[in-house]
């Protein structure tokens, strides 16, 4: 949530359009970047096996 309102606050202080666009397409890259990567961190253990992954995926889905 926070890198989405010192967006919004980069993007409202842009000083011209062509900054506006230019903020707005860098953050949407590196969200996708991040949504990527946290993609293939959740994939690594899943290509282990479905019982290691499992298993190794549990303790991050388990209620603290």
């Known amino acids: 949530m ?3 309102s010192k ?3 980069e993007v409202l ?3 011209t359009v ?3 666009a230019a903020k707005q397409i ?3 890259k590196k969200s ?3 949504a990527i ?3 293939k961190e959740l994939a690594e253990p899943l290509q282990q096996g479905p019982g290691r992954g499992l298993r ?3 303790p991050r889905a388990s209620p603290s």
């Open 37 to 39: 990567a946290n993609t």
């Open 13 to 15: 202080a842009a000083a």
């Open 2 to 4: 926070e890198d989405f």
């Open 56 to 58: 190794r995926a549990q």
């Open 7 to 9: 967006h919004g606050s």
């Open 18 to 20: 062509e900054e506006k």
């Open 26 to 28: 860098d953050f949407a």
């Open 32 to 34: 996708y970047e991040a």
